[in-house]
């Protein structure tokens, strides 16, 4: 599994959170901090994620304790379908220090690796894990959609691919097989120049 560290909290003295892409095996005994429910709500959407992309969900985790949760399952059939956040989550004390944007971030490389399109999530103005502040949605990204409460982020728009070019990979290929110079020759000393 991809695992990355990302963002040291931006309180002041706050703990580094790691920010990793995870299966469903990792997420259990987790609860929601605000519904109190065990995570994942669905195990069936876990399972079709991680069948799709080989993970599930985007988790922060600082000083060994998970501290955010990114849920995602395909919104269809097939492993490009549209991605839809199921649960999401970010403890009490680190909500506005970033750490949900860095969740999203997360999920959003992975997706793009998996050739993945659009994410969409749900609003809501009551805090709960499964709809996100709408206030959130719009500054990480998502645009709202014609029904209500409803968003979406597109990927191929937001998250740039890195394209290699068939230059790029014969230069690659000439610098792999590209003899090693020859070492330089120290200065030469030239003999009874310095007399004591």
Not at 5 to 26: D, H, K, N, Q, Y
Not at 55 to 61: G, H, K, N
Not at 137 to 164: K, M, N, Y
Request: net charge positive; with cysteine.
């Amino acid at each position: 599994m991809p695992k990355m560290t990302v963002v040291a909290a931006r309180t002041a003295g706050g703990p580094v959170i790691g920010v990793e892409l995870v299966t469903s095996a990792m997420l259990r005994g987790l609860a929601c901090p605000y519904c109190g429910l065990a995570v994942p709500a669905d195990e069936a959407d876990a399972v079709s994620a991680q069948a799709a992309w080989g993970w599930c969900a985007a988790r922060a985790v600082a000083e060994g304790r998970t501290v955010g949760l990114l849920l995602l399952t395909p919104d269809g059939s097939g492993s490009r379908s549209p991605a839809r956040i199921v649960t999401a989550f970010v403890a009490p004390e680190l909500v506005g220090a970033g750490t949900g944007r860095e969740l999203v971030r997360t999920a959003a490389a992975g997706l793009v690796r998996a050739r993945v399109g659009s994410v969409r999530a749900t609003s809501s103005a009551v805090r709960s894990c499964s709809s996100l502040p709408a206030g959130f949605l719009l500054a990480t990204g998502f645009t709202p959609s014609e029904r209500a409460g409803r968003w979406r982020l597109d990927l191929g728009a937001t998250a740039r691919v890195p394209f290699e070019g068939v230059m790029d990979r014969l230069e690659r290929l000439v610098q792999s097989v590209r003899p090693v110079a020859p070492p330089e020759p120290a200065g030469r000393q030239v003999i009874g120049a310095w007399r004591s």
